[in-house]
């Protein structure tokens, strides 16, 4: 079908296919170079007066949010997991976070949403390569 696309259209079919296998990754094409490098750096250093950083977002917390945004449901499942997969990086690379009080007073989906998430966090919190401020 995209080969079909590229011939009638005039372009390069990998580019076509290499863009529609990002846009089945959940990760949007300006961040991937972030990514890519998030997945090979030691230290990681986020700043969040908003929102939890994505790193340190529990499963529910992240489904809310994206439903949130306005996602359509099928379109969350696959941003979940994208954003579920870069927390490999945890554990491997040091990380400190410097996340506002504020975001933790603000609801995102539901008071079991938010107490899920608080926990995360201070579980989080807890390990070794991991400084939440």
Known sequence: MLAGYADATGGDADKIAELAERAKSGTPEFF??????EAVASILRCWSPTLVPG??????YARALF?????ALSRIDELV???MER???IGRAYLTAVIDQHVL???IGS?????EQCGYLASMAEQ??????
């Open 32 to 37: 991937m170079p972030y990514k890519q490098a």
């Open 55 to 60: 790193l340190l977002q529990c499963e529910p």
């Open 67 to 71: 439903d949130i945004e306005g996602h």
């Open 81 to 83: 997991t994208a954003r």
């Open 87 to 89: 927390q490999a990086v």
């Open 105 to 107: 007073h603000r609801l």
């Open 111 to 115: 008071p079991a949403v938010m107490s």
């Open 128 to 133: 070794r390569k991991i400084s939440c401020t």
